[in-house]
């Protein structure tokens, strides 16, 4: 009887120590399983460049896994993007400014450009009236077809042509 009380509890203890070592394996199964979740998350986030997230499942992953070499090779390549994406940023930042710069430069000429040539069409239309004032026909007549030729679509320099050449008859 003594020697069958043995044999159970020697059969309970090998049962108990199966049931730890299979419970055991099952966590670190659980483990295994959670940190390959979290690195595969990183690696999805790094992907979308959601730097902040991808960190994070690399801390979780150390958090399981203090000396898990993979978590912290990808901190380090999160870091790398991330400092070379910010420097992308930068430049395109500067690249924009630049761009904007040269536009309203390009369109600061542009307008004083048009300015001028107002300014021209102005003055030769005045001197054309002045010249037809004086009945200098062809001087108001040459001065007419220069403000044409800066502007051909002027209407006053096609009325005061129309009345240079009536007035001429």
């Known amino acids: 009887q003594e020697l069958a009380r043995e044999k159970l509890e020697q059969e309970t203890r090998r049962r108990e120590e199966e049931a730890r070592k299979r419970a055991k394996g099952d966590a670190e199964k659980r483990q295994a399983d959670r940190i390959s979740g979290y690195l595969a998350s990183a690696e999805e ?3 979308r460049r959601d730097y902040d997230m991808a960190r994070e499942y690399a801390k979780r992953t150390l ?3 203090y000396n898990n070499n993979e978590a912290r090779m990808l901190l380090g390549r999160i870091d790398s ?3 070379g994406a910010a420097r ?3 430049k395109q930042r500067i690249e924009d400014e630049a761009k904007r710069k040269e536009d ?3 369109r600061q000429e542009e307008e004083a ?3 001028r040539r107002t ?3 102005s003055g030769y239309l005045a001197s054309a009236r002045n010249n037809l004032t004086r009945r200098d026909y062809d001087m108001a007549r040459s001065y007419v077809k220069r403000a044409i030729e800066i502007d051909p679509a002027n209407t006053e320099a096609g009325f005061l042509l129309s009345k240079i050449d ?3 008859q």
Do not use: F, Q
Request: no cysteine.
């Open 88 to 90: 992308e940023l930068s």
């Open 63 to 65: 958090e399981a896994d």
């Open 45 to 47: 986030s790094l992907d």
């Open 119 to 121: 300014e021209r069409v």
């Open 104 to 106: 309203a430069a390009r």
């Open 166 to 168: 009536s007035e001429e």
């Open 113 to 115: 450009a048009a300015k």
């Open 81 to 83: 993007e991330e400092a």
